[in-house]
């Protein structure tokens, strides 16, 4: 394993992050903080009904509204050959309908106005006439005979299958399922989600006339990808094109796919010849833009009778909704679902996905998931939780007998993917250890013999992160590689200009630091340039946890570019040969001699200097470089959940949350633990809060923070963490992704812990959210389904 | 309909629809795009802004009801270019990630910290818990309101 350490001059660490002096100061630049002049605003007619034959829209009205400058339709945009657009996932959106609407909030029309109050107004002047269908809610009911053909768009299609998908070795898992002792079984609901960023998706499209020049301001988490797939759709070339994604107030994945409304407002721009804004508000953001989840998912686990776990297998119904429009790498349409074997040492695994398409908002891949890892890491969690009951085992010391030993890695698991490297074992008895596992069940047991309901509930991930490889992983045909070019200024500070596009995690701080430490450097001395396509390399951008593993990677490998160049010229300044120096606190000295020794800063300005250089070293310090990730890196670790639960009220408290991460190198622990924070938030109301449910008519229940619940300072407790560090090997300096591992791990920890403090009344499952109904419900023995409201 | 204002000691005129919300008086009309338009129906806390002394949830507030009233924004928040402690513990403690809740975090805190100078970590959880924050998780914040609260004033901390 190569050590992480490049030189003697350590500057990973707490360090303050730049980005909050003008965050504190309330000086971010967010994309509804941009105005142009003679700058448009748009709005968006959105469908009421979740499935309906168009039969006329008239915007005759709206056009007459006396501070309207335009209104687009499907029928103007498939003038333009702009009604539909291509989704990450190979099939098509509608930009606005034509035929019919499939989801209630779906795009009919785009008014352009004076300000953002007449565009409101002006919507209220447009008349569509519908001819209502059917709505396909439930996804149980798909691939009925007599469902609602939902895709009628595509030619051919009979049903609402979008893929099946396996993975695993059936047969294997079958032979092991028929010789164990012991399997258990179980229904379970990852219910639909959705990310809700506090800042809502927009943009700013700025077209000139006179240039041809489209530049974009916009909420994107890829805006390389986003700059391509625009100059496919709209067919400008695309050096034209310059997208900016300035400060993002939170994205989680929600930002990751191109919307509706931005193509909107782009062929809107280029209509008028004005700047158009376009900023989604709330409701539209939770009822139409990518939610997350909901899968229907029935998991079996097999065992021998002392506790062997031998076998998983998992058969699973992804609900799409009325467009495949996860973004997620194009060979796997289940995500990376199939890196469901978690932590263990298992023997074999299966595992299939049905798709479907429903009358719903489309989507599936967001929310800070790592490509679906998050539903397969509940599911085998909660079924190890069931086999540790069936047992009658601790299912601490059910985990820790099954667990991955560290001399296993690298690992490859059944379904052929190799973990780079870990301890899990170490993990998870430094999680008990802080919580004091063994004195908790102690309490545990004298609450209930007082009738009282706590709960301890464990869980254990294993995540997959920082895609590619490129050859492996691609969306939208471009391949999951990252670029960095590094410029170093004679005086010796530096600008790092990345393809990753920071929405809170910090890159302005944490990819200083990368660079400072590979070239002796201060991190005040490190500029990082992020989310302009006109001053960045290309690069996929930043979801899936892979900004560090990727583009911090490729950060670091254009430093030591830059540290190779440097050590030519000083040896040039010092008139010996390059092999007799070597990289010491973050100079190059001569070997020998540690007197001697010039850094950075003093060989920038002889290599922009008139020094004579040997033949064959150009000038400059400066470097770039595309890193294409061997693998996957492997983030793990071990999460405990203490609650208590009100049988009377079925209302839960967290009262504690434990949480040992084991990340690789950590560059920035003060923001690798702000990021554990955040996603303990997100299990916690994932897990107890958050759903968005429909009607039987297709009605989203979640279409305001009035009715899609999201945790308070109230619901979380203060973390309790701990660190565990196992680098990378192919890192570059040993890291892993940290930015979705507790959004992962962490809602089976609650889930397992609320079920553990209701088996007293024989509960075995309950779907999320648990809400106080859901919880009551329960112990009544009449569970809620939390897809179709109760 | 007119409205006059006195935001961070500067008073303003202008000729407004009465349906005008106050978020986007102050961000269209006045430039003062620190407070933020979360959620519309007064849950996300990202518009809050003081109104006099009390904060408010500006997305459901009509300009015009601030007529004749002062308003306090995070643009107001430091004296000259020495940052409030809140400012300085948001920054100290890693109390933000992706600043959009941050204005209004601390718009209350410090209204917080004015009537109860050494408060509790439970009355800070409870004073921020009309608020919603995506990226901390809260923690953070809780930690910076106390930081600021054992930092009063003097500007022991540099300015991030």
């Known amino acids: ?790 | 309909m007119k409205v006059t204002v006195t935001v961070n000691g500067t008073e303003h005129a202008r000729d407004v629809e009465p349906r005008l919300l106050l978020i986007h008086f102050l961000r269209d009309e006045l430039g003062l795009t620190g407070s933020h338009w979360g959620c519309d129906t007064s849950n996300c806390g990202a518009c809050v802004v003081w109104l006099d002394d009390t904060p408010i949830k500006s997305c459901t507030v009509l300009a015009v009801m601030a007529d004749g009233r002062r308003l306090t924004t995070v643009e107001g928040l430091a004296r000259g270019t020495e940052l409030d402690p809140v400012q300085q513990g948001f920054a100290a403690c890693h109390g933000l990630q992706c600043g959009f809740c941050t204005p209004g975090m601390m718009l209350t805190a410090r209204w917080l910290l004015n009537r109860n100078p050494d408060p509790s970590e439970a009355e800070v959880r409870e004073a921020i818990s009309g608020q919603i924050c995506r990226c901390t998780g809260y923690e953070n914040i809780v930690r910076s309101v106390l930081w600021a609260a054992k930092h009063t004033g003097e500007a022991d901390h540099a300015n991030p």
């Open chain 1, 1 to 790: 394993m190569q050590t992480h350490k490049t030189s003697g001059n350590e500057v990973y660490g707490a360090f303050p992050r730049k980005e909050d002096a003008r965050f504190v100061r309330g000086q971010g630049t967010y994309v509804d903080d941009i105005a142009l002049p003679g700058m448009l605003h748009g709005a968006i007619l959105r469908s009421p009904l979740a499935h309906a034959r168009i039969v006329s829209v008239d915007a005759s009205a709206a056009r007459a509204h006396p501070r309207v400058e335009a209104v687009l339709t499907g029928a103007d945009l498939a003038e333009r050959g702009l009604a539909w657009m291509p989704t990450m996932s190979g099939d098509v959106q509608a930009v606005l309908a034509t035929d019919k609407v499939r989801f209630q909030g779906q795009e009919i029309a785009f008014v352009i106005a004076r300000d953002r109050y007449a565009a409101r107004d002006a919507l209220e002047l447009i008349a569509v006439e519908y001819e209502p269908l059917p709505p396909l809610i439930d996804a149980r009911t798909a691939l009925d005979a007599g469902a609602p053909l939902i895709r009628d768009d595509l030619t051919g299609r009979t049903d609402n299958r979008i893929f099946d998908w396996s993975a695993g070795d059936r047969a294997a898992t079958d032979a092991a399922f028929a010789a164990a002792d012991v399997a258990v079984s179980c229904d379970m609901i990852y219910p639909r989600s959705h990310p809700a960023p506090l800042e809502t998706c927009g943009i700013v499209a700025d077209y000139s006339t006179v240039d041809g020049r489209l530049t974009v301001w916009s909420t994107s988490q890829a805006p390389h990808a986003h700059r391509t797939l625009y100059a496919i759709v709209t067919r400008l070339p695309e050096h034209k094109i310059r997208i900016v994604s300035p400060d993002i107030g939170g994205g989680f994945g929600n930002k990751a796919p191109v919307y509706p409304g931005y193509l909107c407002a782009i062929a809107a721009s280029m209509l008028t010849g004005h700047a158009v804004k376009w900023v989604e508000d709330r409701s539209e953001n939770l009822m139409s833009t990518t939610f997350a989840r909901d899968y229907h998912m029935h998991g079996e686990i097999a065992a021998t009778a002392d506790g062997r776990i031998l076998a998983l297998r998992a058969r699973v119904l992804a609900d799409h909704g009325a467009f495949n429009a996860t973004a997620q790498p194009s060979k796997y349409p289940a995500g990376f679902f199939h890196i469901f074997t978690g932590s263990y040492d298992l023997r074999a695994a299966f595992c299939e996905v049905t798709g479907v398409y429903t009358s719903k908002a489309p989507g599936g891949v967001a929310y800070s998931c790592s490509f679906r890892i998050t539903e397969a890491v509940f599911l085998v969690e909660r079924l190890v939780d069931l086999l540790a009951r069936e047992l009658g085992a601790d299912p601490a010391e059910l985990r820790m007998r099954n667990l991955l030993r560290p001399e296993q890695f690298p690992y490859t698991c059944p379904t052929g993917w190799q973990y780079d490297s870990g301890d899990y074992p170490r993990a998870l008895r430094l999680a008990l250890e802080i919580a004091g596992y063994d004195e908790l069940r102690r309490e545990q047991a004298e609450r209930r013999a007082r009738g009282e309901y706590m709960g301890i509930g464990i869980s254990f991930f294993t995540e997959g992160v920082g895609a590619g490889p490129r050859s492996q992983m691609d969306i939208f045909g471009l391949g999951m590689a990252d670029g960095a070019d590094l410029r170093v200024h004679p005086t010796g500070t530096a600008v790092l200009a990345i393809s990753a596009q920071t929405q809170g995690q910090g890159h302005e701080t944490t990819f200083a630091q990368l660079v400072a430490q590979e070239l002796g450097l201060s991190p005040d001395d490190v500029e990082v340039v992020h989310g302009d396509t006109d001053r960045t390399p290309f690069g996929l951008g930043t979801y899936g946890s892979r900004s560090t593993p990727v583009s911090g990677a490729a950060a670091v490998v254009a430093a030591r570019k830059v540290r190779e160049r440097a050590r030519l010229v000083a040896a040039a300044m010092l008139e010996l040969s390059a092999d007799d120096l070597e990289w010491a606190e973050g100079k190059w000295r001569v070997r020998g001699d540690p007197e001697k020794a010039v850094g950075i800063a003093e060989i920038a300005m002889a290599a922009h200097s008139a020094l004579e250089l040997p033949d064959g070293v150009e000038g400059h310090l400066d470097a770039s470089a595309v890193y294409n990730p061997p693998n996957l890196t492997f983030p793990f670790g071990a999460y405990l959940c203490v609650t208590d639960v009100d049988p009377a009220t079925g209302e839960v408290k967290v009262r504690r949350f434990v949480a040992v991460d084991d990340c690789g190198v950590r560059i920035n622990p003060m923001i690798v633990e702000g990021q554990v924070h955040r996603g303990l938030a997100d299990g916690i109301g994932m897990a107890l809060m958050q759903a968005i449910t429909f009607d039987e008519a297709g009605n989203c229940l979640g279409g305001s923070f009035m009715d899609y619940l999201l945790p308070t300072s109230m619901e979380c407790p203060s973390p309790e963490l701990g660190a565990t560090v196992t680098p990378s090997p192919h890192h570059p300096v040993g890291a892993k992704g940290i930015g979705e591992s507790a959004t992962v791990g962490s809602p089976a920890a609650v889930v397992n812990s609320v079920i553990d403090a209701l088996s007293p009344f024989g509960v075995r499952h309950a779907d999320m959210p648990l809400t106080p109904a859901s919880v009551w419900r329960a112990i009544q023995g009449r569970p809620l389904r939390p897809d179709i409201t109760g």
